[in-house]
């Protein structure tokens, strides 16, 4: 874990979730905290060596390994004051919810290196889009919608801290079949993010994009992402197909060993897909036997 400069008074921390640091003078804010005790200790550890004290930290969403580093963070500074989207608050109050989500609304298994029983984060403020004031700072706060209910993207002087809505080229092609869980949103925040001139952007995972033309770059990657897996879900259930043998041939097609995790992210982006080609009209679905087939 390092910490990096991107410009005048922005930096990062580079971890599995990228965080992102605006300062101001001695203090600084935060975009996202970090999935583990020792990411916040870490974090506590860099900012000491740059001379900053966080004020505030802004969560992208309300996955755990955005926010659980708060956890050893507060312990040293205990005033920090925590900001998220009004539906992601629910979330980070109550990590369990997404353990919840991921099982269907049943009680979760556990999960390799997931804090499942974790107590989560008060949020002291709800953000939800457009230009707001935090610590003298002016932020404009951009809806993401694809990735979780209510994501937030931070763009703060040409630099977008995008959360998990952007990957880099590069990241594209290490993540065979990225998280979503709503397809439809995952195209309008494509779109929305096409309408601006970004000069840097930090995506959550994996390595920055600079500059604008690799930026835009990147979005068409990320639209060919998402039309590449809705074509291959398509073609593979032109033969109905129960949702178990749609995963095996995704994967197979994809090159993706399942591991307990990839198995669950992978299961969760099917469901999104099937669900978005359903409402579209692109597929349909038939019970047989007591199983649930999909076809188009």
Not at 3 to 19: M, P, R, T, W
Not at 79 to 84: A, I, T
Not at 148 to 171: M, N
């Amino acid at each position: 874990m390092v910490f990096l400069d991107i410009k005048e008074n922005i930096g990062y921390i580079s971890v599995d979730a990228n965080i992102g640091v605006i300062k101001s003078d001695k203090k600084c804010i935060l975009i996202d905290a970090g999935g583990s005790k020792k990411d916040g200790q870490e974090i506590v550890r860099l900012l000491d060596e740059e001379n900053l004290s966080p004020s505030s930290v802004i969560i992208t969403h309300g996955h755990w390994d955005h926010f659980y580093g708060i956890c050893e963070i507060k312990k040293i500074f205990p005033e920090l004051k925590v900001y998220s989207s009004s539906i992601e608050k629910s979330f980070i109050e109550n990590p369990y919810l997404e353990f919840y989500s991921y099982f269907s609304s049943t009680s979760p298994l556990k999960m390799p290196d997931v804090p499942i029983g974790f107590k989560g984060i008060t949020v002291d403020g709800t953000i939800d889009d457009g230009i707001i004031e935090i610590d003298g700072e002016s932020i404009e706060i951009i809806p993401f919608s694809g990735h979780s209910p209510l994501g937030i993207g931070i763009l703060y002087k040409g630099v977008l801290f995008s959360g998990d809505c952007l990957y880099s080229v590069h990241s594209l092609n290490m993540f065979k079949m990225p998280f979503y869980t709503d397809i439809e949103n995952q195209f309008k925040d494509l779109d929305r993010l096409s309408n601006y001139e970004i000069d840097y952007c930090l995506p959550s995972h994996g390595l920055p994009i600079r500059g604008t033309k690799d930026f835009k770059n990147a979005l068409i990657e990320n639209r060919k992402k998402l039309v590449s897996l809705e074509r291959l879900i398509l073609e593979l259930i032109k033969e109905k197909k129960s949702e178990e043998q749609l995963k095996k041939e995704i994967a197979e097609k994809l090159s993706i060993k399942f591991d307990f995790t990839k198995y669950i992210y992978v299961t969760i982006t099917t469901k999104a897909f099937l669900h978005y080609l359903y409402n579209a009209g692109k597929a349909d679905f038939e019970i047989e036997d007591g199983i649930l087939f999909w076809k188009n």
